[in-house]
């Protein structure tokens, strides 16, 4: 697979990571076998980029990973977690104090003395602007606690303060075919500054699968069930903030634009890694089959390449107008 350089972390990793989130909570029952089995399938099949956080499962997602790099040592597997979620979201709790307390339990559920990227995990606005907050970051990579930093975000607003800031390693967003914005500022401000782009919810909460109707139900311990109206957590998490009756159109539309012998899945990837600045892009996985499957599309740029125009049309028929605003 491709491997890209991480931002300012100057790590390589493969344009296709894996995101963890399904290994701790929120997307319905996930046995630790069955999550195992997913990292090994994902690095068999080239990928080197993991990401978690903190509150996935409360540590159940780190944890689950630090026990498999340790059984593994010789794996060369980059690791971003996340922090900040645990706590009220409030500006007043993005303190140093907190900083090395949350740090310090991913190092414990991680297994790992220095954590390779540390995310700050979307929190309230005015943290991305409060230089005292980056000076506390900066003082964990001098005390050896984490080697870099970035930030997850909402907005692309929060994306483009972040960038500003010269040791802002990477940024996290939301990025796929029903979530354009990005492209417009944030991807080349990060060129620019050298700056990593993670591509998240790539698939647009599973929707850009092609699996769903309009009558598809989810379990209620899934977050696509109990957050449509976002009541738990930004909307924007679930589905991309789309509509989810609208969002199941525009994906048949979406499905209708990819060439034989590529999957829907496949196809959504390939076209977020074909962006220019998308330094990688994590999709989950509840299974190995899954996680091969993903990986698979890190061979598929040209295909990506070639949906740009029809993803533009469906985009400004069915989302411009609703989301484009908000993100």
Not at 157 to 169: H, Q, S, V, W, Y
Not at 277 to 292: D, F, H, L, W
Request: hydrophobic share 40%; with cysteine; glycine share 10%.
């Amino acid at each position: 697979m491709e491997q890209r350089i991480l931002g300012k972390t100057g790590r390589s990793v493969s344009t296709v990571g894996l995101g963890t989130w399904q290994l701790g909570a929120d997307w319905g029952d996930v046995t630790e076998e069955d999550a195992v089995a997913v990292l090994e399938a994902s690095v068999d099949a080239g990928v080197n980029f993991f990401d978690t956080a903190d509150v996935y499962g409360d540590g159940r997602s780190e944890q689950i990973i630090g026990r498999f790099l340790r059984i593994n040592p010789d794996l060369n597997i980059t690791v971003a977690t996340k922090m900040g979620r645990r706590v009220d979201q409030v500006p007043e709790n993005y303190t140093l104090e907190n900083f090395r307390a949350w740090t310090d339990r991913s190092r414990r559920n991680l297994q790992q003395d220095t954590l390779d990227l540390v995310q700050l995990h979307c929190p309230p606005t005015a943290v991305y602007s409060n230089s005292e907050v980056y000076d506390a970051l900066d003082t964990l990579v001098s005390e050896g606690a984490i080697r870099n930093y970035g930030v997850s975000v909402e907005g692309t607003d929060e994306a483009l303060e972040a960038i500003k800031r010269g040791n802002t390693a990477t940024v996290q967003i939301i990025l796929n075919a029903f979530r354009l914005k990005p492209l417009d500022e944030v991807l080349p401000a990060a060129r620019q500054a050298g700056v990593g782009i993670i591509a998240r919810v790539p698939l647009a909460s599973g929707l850009l699968s092609g699996k769903y109707t309009a009558e598809t139900e989810f379990p209620e311990d899934d977050h696509r069930n109990y957050n449509r109206d976002g009541s738990s957590f930004d909307v924007g998490e679930t589905f991309s903030g789309v509509d989810f009756a609208t969002g199941v159109r525009a994906a048949q539309e979406f499905s209708a634009l990819v060439t034989d012998g590529v999957s829907t899945v496949q196809a959504a990837l390939a076209w977020v890694i074909a962006q220019e600045g998308v330094t990688a892009v994590i999709p989950g996985a509840r299974s190995a089959e899954q996680a091969r499957a993903n990986a698979e599309a890190g061979e598929l740029q040209s295909v990506g390449a070639g949906l740009t125009a029809g993803v533009q049309d469906i985009y400004d028929r069915f989302f411009r107008e609703a989301i484009h605003p908000r993100w």
